[in-house]
């Protein structure tokens, strides 16, 4: 007698991309980096923002700030070098001229904030507080390499400690984004966490310069930059796998040459809990949507049915 199977219905088929940074639920983990998608709906005739996990925009001041002189990007061999110097018409004009429309494409939206010091952030923060619940986040940046005159903060553990405590009155989720040009980048991060910040996001782009031989000077109007792109892949891998084994419970957002679905699987696997796209937009700028795509398809081959599965894999097998 011949047993009839009921046909079954494979799970595997079925990825739930769903993940949390902290208190923070995104649909899936995906979003553009900040400084890559504009600050408001530059990339949305390109990708549904709303697909995405969140959409980070370009690092605002309290108050507008004209950037520095092009040239502003130049390619290098194994990504980008920018020196764009946190160009943005400041919180108020932003939250007034941009961000409605953002909203109204239904992306969750994490706000990015900067400032020469403490008193600025704290300004920009409370410019923040009373923005609309689509702000699920705001990104402390205390790490532009690109500010002439200032250092980076987050090469002090106490000045971006004291940015974080100031910060406090945004009221809502705050992820620290690190620079890796440190010696001890876990000790930084411990100091940010103390100091209230929710999650890390890890790292923003590497100090770096490209001269041209011909005229005898630098590329960029802002004389050297910050290093993005496929170059800092491993540099980014390495801060979160740090991270996340010296600070296992604190959420991460991985950032840095994620411009396939695998790459951004390796930087989960690394410890993030979710990723952001950056240098890969100005490639293509469907690049997350492409991301996301591959990550599910990825998981899907793989037999991953979660993509939070995927945080943290690669420990304990070093
Ligand atoms: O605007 C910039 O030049 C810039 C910023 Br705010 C940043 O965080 N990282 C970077 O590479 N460039």
Not at 16 to 37: E, H, I, K, Q, Y
Not at 55 to 79: D, F
Not at 166 to 187: I, N, S, Y
Not at 211 to 222: F, K, Q, S, V, Y
């Amino acid at each position: 007698m011949s047993i009839r199977r009921r046909p079954s219905v494979s799970t595997s088929n079925v990825v739930d991309s769903t993940v949390r940074v902290g208190t923070v639920a995104l649909a899936n983990p995906v979003m553009p980096a900040s400084g890559t998608a504009g600050h408001g709906t530059e990339l949305h005739k390109y990708v549904d923002l709303a697909s995405l996990g969140a959409v980070v925009v370009k690092s605002l001041a309290a108050e507008p700030w004209a950037g520095n002189p092009p040239l502003r990007v130049h390619q290098t061999p194994a990504g980008m070098i920018n020196s764009v110097g946190l160009q943005g018409p400041g919180v108020a004009r932003w939250r007034a001229d941009e961000l409605p429309a953002l909203l109204a494409t239904g992306a969750r939206v994490v706000a990015s904030i900067w400032g020469r010091g403490v008193d600025e952030y704290r300004r920009a923060a409370e410019l923040l507080a009373d923005a609309p619940d689509g702000v699920v986040a705001v990104e402390i940046n205390l790490s532009c390499p690109n500010l002439s005159g200032h250092g980076i903060f987050a090469q002090s553990a106490v000045d971006s400690a004291a940015v974080i405590a100031a910060t406090e009155v945004v009221g809502r989720p705050r992820w620290a984004k690190l620079t890796p040009m440190v010696t001890d980048l876990p000790a930084i991060a411990a100091a940010v966490v103390d100091a209230g910040a929710d999650a890390l996001t890890l790292t923003n782009t590497v100090p770096a310069m490209s001269i041209d031989p011909e005229t005898r000077r630098p590329r960029l109007g802002g004389g050297a930059g910050g290093l993005s792109g496929p170059a800092i892949h491993a540099v980014a891998v390495r801060a979160v796998h740090d991270c996340r084994a010296a600070l296992p419970d604190v959420p991460i957002v991985g950032v840095g040459g994620i411009a396939r679905g695998v790459d951004a699987v390796e930087m989960m696997m690394a410890g993030a809990q979710a990723v952001q796209v950056g240098t890969a937009n100005f490639a293509d700028p469907r690049a997350c949507a492409r991301v996301r795509d591959e990550m599910v398809e990825w998981c899907r081959t793989h037999g991953v049915t979660s993509m939070s599965q995927l945080t943290g894999a690669a420990h304990g097998h070093e």
